[in-house]
């Protein structure tokens, strides 16, 4: 199975903060990467898929690239409903595994 | 609009099987590139993808847990049905149903259930 390894694993940051995600795949999957965002209690949320399209509705602070084995999620100026925990998981190949999560917390 | 809602057994023993049912609205499963994906995150933990079917009824496993897992469909009611044999207290999580699209040969999760929490204990 394709393992996906995500740094940091928590991170402090504040409201206006621009933060940078990375997401590691074991092997080559392309760009066949989706990013999900996921608050206490709820569902994960899609955010991004293909690397770097936006789901419908989402703001556009932030945004995702890579190909290949690297990956980021980045958003440009942190907004308070963004302290979250974020995960990416890869579909290049089954079975289909996601990162072990980034835990976003205020400063 | 999409909605997805899980339904099954809140607690189950060890070794008894697990039945759940994710029942959905705003999308077919007979439509062309439209799959139904299993996907279970234990408690503080990271999501865990289990399973897969697609609208022309292939069906995907994690390698790890392939031999205790079924996937089925039933489009007619709208309804995908995963079990899970020998339960054990390690298979205690939330588990979530989601609808997956096709893009590209792959399927992603796009919309997601509320989850459903199961317990395994005696």
């Known amino acids: 199975a394709i393992r996906m390894t995500q740094s940091p694993s928590s991170f402090s940051a504040s409201t206006g903060d621009r933060v940078t995600i990375t997401c590691r795949a074991s092997?080559?999957?392309?760009?066949?990467i989706v990013w999900y965002q996921q608050k206490a209690g709820e569902a994960p949320n899609l955010l991004i898929y293909?690397?770097?399209t936006l789901q419908r509705g989402v703001p556009s602070r932030f945004s995702g690239s890579g190909s290949g084995t690297d990956f980021t999620l980045t958003i440009s100026r942190l907004q308070s409903e963004d302290f979250a925990t974020y995960y990416c998981?890869?579909?290049?190949?089954?079975?289909?595994?996601f990162g072990q999560g980034t835990k976003l917390e205020v400063k | 609009q999409v909605t997805l809602r899980e339904s099954g057994p809140a607690l189950v023993k060890p070794t008894q099987t697990l039945t759940l049912t994710c029942s959905f609205s705003g999308f077919s499963l007979s439509t062309n590139g439209m799959c139904v994906s299993w996907i279970r995150q234990p408690p503080g933990g990271a999501p865990e993808w289990l399973a897969l079917?697609?609208?022309?009824?292939?069906?995907y496993y994690s390698a790890s847990l392939e031999t205790r897992l079924t996937i089925s469909k039933d489009t007619s009611k709208n309804q995908v049905v995963l079990t899970m044999t020998n339960m054990d207290p390690v298979d205690t999580a939330t588990y979530y149903c989601?609808?997956?699209?096709?893009?590209?040969?792959?399927?992603?999760?796009?919309?997601w259930g509320q989850g459903t929490q199961v317990t395994v204990s005696s």
């Open positions: 079917i697609t609208w022309d009824d292939d069906q």
């Open positions: 998981q890869q579909y290049y190949s089954y079975p289909y595994t």
């Open positions: 092997q080559e999957i392309s760009t066949y």
């Open positions: 989601a609808r997956a699209i096709t893009w590209n040969d792959g399927h992603f999760p796009d919309y």
């Open positions: 293909a690397a770097s």
